[in-house]
């Protein structure tokens, strides 16, 4: 097997020093390969930004490495980080705050080629400008209008073509649609599904909407607090989940078919999630956990092999639990 | 692309009609626009001399207003010496709302860039200008107008350059503070990740964002300096004679309040219209920048 | 706000002020010599010389700093040349004075904006509305000084219905108030005005409205506690420029304030007074500075005072 | 027994783009004890129609413009402002998306519940605190004694929707109205939250609208529902019914468009376009323009919300099965 | 409230010690109020009346000899005599003080004073000095308790109202003094405010907040109880005669025919001012009647401007005008006329108005040699009665504040100095005559008057002494 596209190594960023950092990512180690799809799940403030923001290079990383391709994202300089900075793009959450409510669109779209002089000559952007707007689904108008004249669909679609026109081979989605509208959030998903199949695109994806994640995803890793507690298949995750907190997260998502209401069993987790700053001690999921133990306050679980499965699971009492879906 | 491009000046036509909608729609504005129009109109003619034979001409001393009989230019009266007053206001109307201008511009510009410089990098650089522009804050204005014009001799440029460096810290601060909010914002995020860099985003991203506040404030400024120049010649440290401004023209004037109002009247109706028509319009520019405050303009028709 | 951070905020403050004194100390001696204006035009040269020596004119200027900075440093300020007493004496007569008149000012212009404020934005684009916002704009843009003339002939030489100036019972105190006032009237209207309208539109005075509560509930006490907060922001910034003097106005009306020191002292070359107003001055902004962060962390739970 | 009901309900904005109207004759109603969910994308309308309600439109920029709000057998729309005042939160409740917005800022979430109790004199001032302890513990808020004195920030985001909803039902309401409560919290989180209603609502036996845009929440809690397009309500149906069977071709892609969790799906079938400008909307039927089916009829004439089986109806010239 | 009365002046007093009543904003509170000098000056022709000196005489050319009155105390009841003189004398002329008197009236000679006994004074001066009297009639009078080494902020006198508070910033308040050796004040109490605002002023005796304001704009002498008075200044326009083109005598002689003094007074000027000749008012000793006031004649001017230039005078170089803010009512009104009057006839004026500060760095030498040519506003006042009081210092090439060096003046002046009687006078005149007309050093304006409104209930007519004093003892309620 070739070497992995993005391989990260015990990654950890703690924002703000003292005696209790917020520990946002905290060792965290999984690698992507080309043309990969990476689900990453996880509650609100669980650190997928702070891991997608340090990939990025726009977090320092308080320890561990990121490869992209050989190169540490970190040390990269010069050269190597332009080379870099060609190779991974982003997708944002926010369209409407992700892009410059002050640029029209062919001066957004073809800021990358301005940063990269020499990627593609001045002279040929508006045509590329107009290509991309159709890959994306938008009419080559559009390349005259500013960002607010769009829909929230339409922006994350400019957002998408903005992230391509580099094109990189690693797409990197921080919930790139939970923002959107139900109806315009399958549009996205189909053309990003679309684009990663035509240009062999390796995408890092980040969602909390499962289902979403479920849909898009080879591989999914679900985070807690900073860690992952579980990592493996799409298929297997959804199907036969042996994290408790995989298994609350699933049960949790209510179905959309009501003659299966009351039918399922749902576990209804207790409490919030803590403070990153003072996570529990040993295993991370123990205060919400119905099986933690005392050796569970003592001992952090690794994250590996459970019996016969392709999942990597941190929890000292992984069990699957068949009946959930 | 030619049919594309041919849309640009159809759409920035259309931007002309909203503001001109938008000014209709605030009826203060536009009292405002009108004030400032006729104020330049009044400079204008004197630039162009309509003033000149206004000399000094001790027999027409303190001529009073509103005696249509004489000629046009002294029918709001004549001032101590005799000149029109009318073209006394022209030409103090220049000095005054010019050293507003020029001064505001300057701690825009000047302002404007050590504050985005302090709240893009932060870091010492930051702290060291924010500490600067605290002390130069702690400072009476009046002790460093002194100064430069002790140092530099009384004149206009020196009580710009005065003016300026006075009212700087609160432009460094209000482009600071902006600046720290918007290269949080997810499309610098995006530029840094397509590899711009500072001067770039700078440039291209918070510059763009910022501006529209930093011309409000600039215009509230306008408002702000003027007054404080008038203070600073009325307590004379400001501007000089010959020169004249308004505020000068009120302090000369103020010896003649009981025996002639006109003088120290006109000129102080002056400042306090053109600083409230700046602070007018100031609002107005905040609304129309403000999409959520757009409906206040727009009459609703039914 | 805990005694650490009161100490560090301190410690800053003192940096802070450490580097304006030095400014002030260099600027003050940039304005010219103070001997020709305190001897009398015949005097001698060697009358001028003497003088010169007897103030530690003539020495270096790095030498004569770092005597000023030890001296402040035994908060000793310094004689004044012309009050011919100690500068800080001087300075600590007129400063109440200033304060007291400032916070009459400001806390009268406070109370009535407020008012004011919440009617125009309870009747946003109403006739009432327009007229309040004609009549503060109009108070933030007249000139206060221009204003303290027009007030004391009308009311002082027309209508003899208060002294024209000086300094005494409260009758004295009633145009100067007024004419420091209309400035900050006029911003604080605005201010209130605009984040009233803010908070109006704020989901939590829905929430409020949705509860059933009155508008003048809905107004006064959901809206207005989030609007003042911009308010007291600006009062604050106002009562540290007030803390500096009323300036033009002290002059206008004879008020023997921190203003009218100052600008005396600077014009009469009296170093010492103008170093110490400004050292006073300065201090009095600090905890002006503190007092708002209390104020604002009062109002609003969420602000943590740094 | 009909508790509300909404007839021909039209509101309207101004804003720089023009008039824009927000509802466009929305008719509705709501039984005793009855879940009606609202359903609908962004824009279309849902917020809006409960601000009707409560008497929360704002006005400038909006306004009223026609239908009636029936309640208790009276018009709504026809009482004096005070009557209307006087009804919410004791007879109606709302509780809102963004609860953090939604609480004010500045005052301790004991003070907001307990205002409710002051406002409308439900309680001599010495039992309020009490009260509000009880609802808080009601709300599943552990600690209610201390935490009564915290203040909105203080709060996650779950305690603080429990807050919202303690508040809601401190009188004891006929209707809850829940604007998304569940919209803006996690996954784990939101089961807690919809346990919660679920259990009160259940518990004082009030009639709740429930808006959403998530299909799950919906299968999971409402009887009815109502699905709204650009102002207008285009069909209405038990739950049942509307899930296995939708008849609007909105309703239809709206289904159609979700990934599920429970199965995987290889390709999601989106609604194509976007939502259309509510200043500038097309003729005839709104959602013509995204429509498989529309024909010429649709640009020309509405289509009235009619019946179209028993219990249910909807509002197109073409309706049918999902293909 | 018939036992007070308040004055209101423009400035707060700078000190209110005996010795520096040389300014006189401190001389208007104190002198003959509340101290008192040996000898006063006559306001209307200037001669010498006894005060607490009774009669004197000259004995030898270094030695006067002074009779003091008898049964006179200071407020703090200990008595007046030679030895208090003595130590005033002494205090006045210590340089570690820096008292205003001895560094202006007294300066250039040493004086020291010997009590012969309790009212017997003999004062030797270091070289001869003609007008001692005159001198010492700015030598105000402090009880033996003012410090010798300090200035005091308590003056204690022997006039007939003692200093009841100095309210720093807002009064000065005075009150009768029981013991005093004459007549009795008709008002018990005076109050001295200060207000910078001449409209301010004048409405405060509109309002009976005072009963005198001095120092009112000709604008705001509107009503009948303003009073002009001649106080003392004359103004003019000093020429800085060493820089070329004032170098030249034509160019000198049309800045004066340029300016239309007449057109100036009742306008700009008050209507009591009177076009001056010379720096000196006629009452003082020394004033030569025979110089001519200078014409209005524009025309002439130009065509000495026109001469000069054709004589290669580099006429069209910039000449500044340096106007001092405030230095009179109406200032820069006038320096505005001035400067317009001169560029009608050809000049390149320009004018600068200045703060005092700098102002005086211009008017007081040394004055570097690189600089533009200048007129200076500025006035000279003349209230010891005697030309030596004005002359030396601004016309001598030693004088700190003269441009003109001419060893002719010089040697008049030297020699007018040391001269007494008619000599002395004559000389005087002689001199005046050579800076005005055959120097042309300046260009005289005015003999200045000062307004002052008087309540119309109060019997007060200030003289020409009023700028320096405000003899409280002599007013009364009507
Ligand atoms: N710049 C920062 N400074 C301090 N703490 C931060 C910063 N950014 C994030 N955090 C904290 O780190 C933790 C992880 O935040 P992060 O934004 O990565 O979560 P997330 O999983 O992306 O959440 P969400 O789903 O809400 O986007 C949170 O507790 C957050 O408060
Ligand atoms: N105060 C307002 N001013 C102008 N337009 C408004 C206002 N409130 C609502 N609207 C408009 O009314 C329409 C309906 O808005 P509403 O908030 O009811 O949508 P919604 O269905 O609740 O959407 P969401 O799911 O985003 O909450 C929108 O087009 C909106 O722009
Ligand atoms: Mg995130
Ligand atoms: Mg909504």
Redesign the interface.
């Known amino acids: 097997m070739s070497a992995p596209l993005l391989e990260v190594d015990n990654l950890s960023k703690h924002f703000g020093s003292g005696s209790a950092p917020v520990r946002a990512v905290d060792g965290v180690s999984f690698s992507i390969a080309k043309g990969e799809t990476l689900g990453l799940v996880g509650e609100s403030g669980c650190g997928k930004t702070s891991l997608v923001r340090t990939l990025l290079r726009l977090n320092a990383a308080t320890a561990g490495h990121a490869m992209l391709d050989g190169v540490d994202i970190a040390q990269a300089k010069g050269a190597e980080l332009r080379a870099m900075r060609r190779k991974m793009q982003v997708v944002f959450q926010d369209p409407y705050q992700s892009l410059n409510p002050r640029m029209r669109v062919d001066r957004l779209l073809s800021e990358p080629w301005a940063l990269h002089p020499g990627v593609l000559p001045r002279a040929q952007w508006s045509t590329q400008i107009a290509r991309l707007l159709e890959a994306v689904g938008l009419r080559p108008e559009h390349a005259l209008r500013y960002p607010n004249e769009f829909s929230g669909g339409q922006r994350q679609r400019l957002g998408i073509a903005r992230a391509l026109a580099l094109n990189p081979s690693l797409l990197v989605c921080d919930e790139p649609v939970s923002a959107l509208d139900v109806s315009v959030q399958a549009q996205v998903i189909n053309l990003l599904a679309r684009l990663r199949k035509e240009r062999n695109l390796a995408m890092l994806f980040v969602a909390h909407d499962l289902a979403v994640v479920r849909h898009v995803s080879d591989r999914v890793m679900v985070m807690y607090l900073g860690r992952i507690i579980e990592t493996g298949p799409t298929e297997e995750i959804f199907s036969a989940p042996r994290h408790p907190y995989t298994q609350a997260l699933l049960s949790a998502v209510p179905t959309p078919d009501p003659t299966l209401r009351g039918k399922r069993r749902r576990i209804v987790l207790q409490g919030d999630l803590p403070s990153p700053s003072n996570p529990p001690s040993g295993c991370r999921f123990r205060t919400r956990c119905w099986k933690a133990t005392d050796k569970c306050a003592v001992e952090a679980p690794e994250l590996v092999a459970h019996g016969n499965t392709n999942l990597l699971t941190a929890c000292h009492y992984a069990e699957t639990v068949p009946d959930l879906a | 692309m030619t049919e594309i491009s041919g849309t640009a000046p159809a759409r920035k036509a259309s931007r002309v009609k909203w503001f001109a909608r938008a000014l209709a729609g605030d009826p203060m504005a536009l009292c405002s626009v009108i004030w400032l129009a006729l104020v330049l109109v009044l400079i204008l003619a004197d630039t162009f001399g309509a003033f000149s034979g206004s000399r000094i001409a001790l027999k027409a001393r303190n001529l009073p207003p509103f005696d249509f009989t004489q000629d046009w230019r002294l029918w709001i009266g004549a001032d101590s010496l005799g000149r029109s007053l009318l073209g006394r206001l022209a030409e103090a109307a220049l000095t005054s709302i010019g050293i507003a201008l020029l001064t505001v511009l300057l701690s825009l510009v000047m302002g404007t860039m050590l504050g985005l410089v302090a709240g893009y990098f932060g870091g010492p650089v930051g702290s060291l200008i924010m500490r600067i522009s605290d002390v130069v804050m702690g400072f009476p204005t009046l002790l460093v107008a002194l100064v430069g014009l002790y140092l530099f001799g009384p004149s206009v440029t020196n009580l710009v350059i005065v003016l300026a460096i006075t009212r700087m810290p609160s432009y460094i601060r209000v482009a600071r503070a902006e600046t720290l909010e918007v290269r949080e914002r997810l499309f610098v995020d995006a530029a840094r990740v397509f590899g711009g860099g500072p001067i770039w985003i700078i440039r291209h991203h918070i510059l763009p964002i910022v501006a529209p506040t930093m011309l409000t404030l600039a215009s509230v400024n306008v408002a702000m300096v003027m007054l404080f120049e008038s203070g600073l010649s009325y307590l004379g440290l400001g501007v000089q004679p010959p020169a004249v401004s308004w505020g000068l023209m009120i302090a000369q004037g103020q010896g003649y309040l009981s025996s002639a109002w006109w003088l120290g009247f006109f000129p102080g109706l002056a400042v306090m219209l053109t600083t409230m028509s700046f602070n007018l319009l100031a609002n107005w520019f905040r609304i129309v920048n403000d999409p959520s405050q757009h409906w206040r303009l727009i009459r609703r028709k039914r | 706000m805990s005694p650490k951070i009161l100490l560090r905020r301190t410690a800053l403050a003192a940096l802070a002020l450490l580097a304006l004194m030095a400014a002030t100390f260099f600027l003050v001696r940039l304005t010219g010599d103070p001997v020709n204006l305190y001897l009398p035009v015949d005097a001698s040269q060697a009358a001028r010389d003497a003088m010169r020596i007897q103030l530690g004119l003539d020495r270096p200027l790095v030498v004569q700093f770092f005597e000023f900075l030890f001296n402040v440093l035994r908060l000793d300020f310094g004689t004044s040349l012309w009050h011919n007493r100690p500068a800080m004496e001087v300075v600590l007569e007129a400063l109440p004075r200033t304060l007291a008149l400032g916070a009459i000012a400001l806390a009268l212009a406070f109370a009535i904006s407020a008012l004011v404020g919440v009617i125009a934005a309870a009747n946003a684009g109403s006739a009432v509305d327009r007229l309040i916002n004609v009549v503060s704009q109009a108070a933030a843009s007249v000139p206060d000084f221009w204003l303290g003339l027009m007030c004391v002939l009308v009311f002082a030489v027309n209508l003899r219905l208060l002294p024209t100036s000086g300094f005494g019972g409260p009758a004295y105190w009633v145009l100067p108030v007024v004419c420091l006032m209309a400035r900050p009237f006029g911003m604080l209207v605005q201010i209130i005005r605009g984040s009233m309208i803010e908070a109006l539109n704020a989901s939590y005075v829905r929430t409020a409205r949705a509860k059933g509560a009155r508008e003048g509930r809905v107004g006064f006490v959901h809206a207005l506690r989030n609007a003042l907060l911009p308010a007291v922001t600006v009062t604050g910034d106002l009562a540290a420029q007030f803390a500096g003097g009323g300036g033009v106005v002290e002059v206008v009306f004879g008020f023997p304030g921190i203003g009218k020191l100052l600008i005396d002292g600077i014009l009469r070359r009296d170093f010492a007074i103008v170093q110490s107003s400004i050292f006073a001055v300065a201090v009095v902004i600090f905890l002006i500075n503190i007092l708002v962060d209390i104020l604002y962390a009062t109002i609003d739970p969420r602000v943590r005072v740094e | 027994m009909t508790l509300l009901d909404i007839r021909d309900l039209a509101v309207s904005f101004d804003t720089a783009a023009g008039r824009i109207k927000a509802l466009n004759g929305v008719s509705f109603s709501l039984q005793r004890g009855e879940v009606l969910a609202l359903l609908g994308e962004s824009g279309s309308g849902k917020s809006v129609t409960a601000s009707a309600i409560m008497d929360l439109v704002p006005n400038p920029p909006g306004a009223i413009d026609g239908g009636s709000i029936t309640f208790d057998g009276a018009n709504l729309l026809d009482l004096p402002h005070r009557e209307r005042r006087a009804i919410c939160g004791t007879r109606i409740a709302l509780i809102f998306q963004d609860a953090l917005a939604a609480l004010n800022p500045v005052y301790s979430i004991g003070w907001q519940i307990g205002e409710m109790f002051r406002i409308h004199h439900k309680k001599a001032a010495g039992e309020i605190e009490g009260a509000v302890i009880d609802l808080l513990d009601a709300v599943g808020i552990p600690d209610a004694a201390r935490r009564a004195r915290q203040y909105p920030h203080e709060f996650s985001g779950g305690m603080r929707q429990r807050i919202m909803i303690a508040m809601a039902v401190a009188l004891e309401p006929d209707i809850i109205i829940a604007d998304e409560p569940t919209t803006a919290l996690d996954v784990t989180i939101q089961a807690q939250i919809v346990d919660l209603l679920n259990t009160i609502r259940k518990r004082s036996g009030a009639g709740m609208i429930f808006i959403t845009h998530d299909l799950g929440v919906v299968a999971e809690l409402a009887d009815r529902v109502a699905v709204m397009y650009a102002g207008r309500i285009v069909e209405q149906a038990s739950v049942y019914e509307l899930f296995a069977d939708p008849r609007h071709p909105y309703s239809i892609g709206l289904l159609a468009s979700q990934p599920r969790i429970d199965v995987a799906t290889s390709e999601l079938v989106p609604i194509p376009g976007s939502a259309p400008n509510p200043a500038d909307l097309p003729s005839g039927c709104a959602f013509r323009t995204r429509c498989p089916r529309a024909k010429e009829l649709c640009a020309q004439v509405v289509p009235i919300l009619a019946d179209a089986g028993p219990g249910r109806l909807t509002a197109c010239h073409f309706p049918g099965n999902a293909a | 409230q018939s036992d007070l009365v308040t004055v209101v002046v423009t400035d707060e007093p700078?000190?209110l010690?005996p010795c520096d009543t040389?300014?006189s904003n401190n001389a208007r509170i104190l002198r003959n109020n509340v101290t008192e000098t040996l000898v006063n000056l006559d306001p209307a022709n200037g001669a010498v009346l006894p005060s607490l000196a009774t009669e004197w005489r000259q004995i030898d050319d270094l030695t006067w000899e002074f009779k003091l009155r008898e049964g006179v105390t200071f407020h703090d009841g200990s008595a007046f005599d030679a030895a208090a003189v003595v130590a005033a004398l002494a205090r006045a002329t210590n340089?570690?003080i820096?008292c205003?008197v001895g560094?202006?009236?007294l300066?250039?000679n040493t004086f020291t004073g010997e009590a012969v006994d309790a009212t017997t004074l003999v004062i030797k001066t270091g070289t001869v000095e003609p007008i001692l009297p005159n001198k010492l009639s700015a030598l105000d009078i402090g009880a033996p308790v003012t410090p010798a080494d300090a200035?005091t902020?308590e003056p204690i006198g022997t006039g007939p109202y003692a200093l009841k508070a100095w309210s720093?910033?807002?009064s000065v308040a005075l009150q009768a003094f029981d013991d005093y050796w004459g007549d009795k004040p008709a008002i018990a109490n005076a109050n001295i405010?200060?207000?910078?605002?001449?409209?301010?002023r004048?409405?405060?005796v509109?309002?009976g907040?005072a009963q005198i304001a001095f120092e009112i704009?000709p604008?705001?002498a509107?009503s009948a109880n303003d009073i002009a008075f001649p106080n003392a200044e004359t103004s003019l326009l000093r020429i800085d005669q060493a820089i070329a083109p004032l170098d030249d005598k034509r160019v000198r002689e049309a800045l004066n025919l340029a300016i239309?003094r007449d057109?100036?007074i009742g306008?700009?000027f008050n209507e009591g001012a009177t076009k001056a000749m010379q720096v000196v008012l006629p009452s003082v000793f020394g004033y030569n009647p025979d110089i001519p006031v200078w014409p209005y004649d524009p025309d002439r001017a130009r065509a000495l401007l026109d001469e000069a230039r054709a004589a290669g005078v580099p006429v069209d170089t910039e000449i500044v005008l340096y106007?001092r803010?405030?230095i009179y009512?109406?200032s820069?009104?006038s320096?505005?006329?001035i400067?317009?009057m001169l560029l009608d006839v050809g000049f390149n004026a320009r004018?600068?108005?200045?703060?005092?500060?700098?102002w005086?760095?211009k008017?007081?030498g040394p004055f570097p040699a690189e600089r533009q040519p200048s007129l200076l506003q500025t006035q000279i006042d003349n209230t010891e009665g005697d030309a030596v009081f004005t002359l030396p210092?601004r016309f001598t090439s030693g004088g700190?504040?003269s441009t003109l060096a001419d060893p002719s003046v010089d040697d008049l002046i030297a020699r007018a100095s040391a001269a007494t009687g008619d000599e002395r006078q004559s000389l005087f005149q002689q001199a005046f005559a050579n800076i005005a007309v055959e120097a042309i050093n300046i260009v005289p304006l005015f003999h200045m008057v000062t307004i002052a409104r008087v309540s119309p209930d109060l019997n007060y007519v200030p003289d020409v002494q009023a700028g320096n004093e405000i003899k409280l003892r002599s007013i009364s309620y009507k």
């Open positions: 700078k000190s010690d040389d300014l340089p570690d820096g205003e560094l202006a009236t300066q250039g200035k902020r720093a910033g807002q405010v200060w207000r910078g605002e001449s409209a301010v004048a409405a405060m509109d309002t907040e704009a604008q705001d509107t239309d057109g100036l306008t700009v106007g803010i405030g009512p109406n820069a009104e320096m505005e006329a400067q317009a004018l600068e108005m200045m703060e005092t500060t700098p005086l760095e008017l007081i210092n700190n504040t």
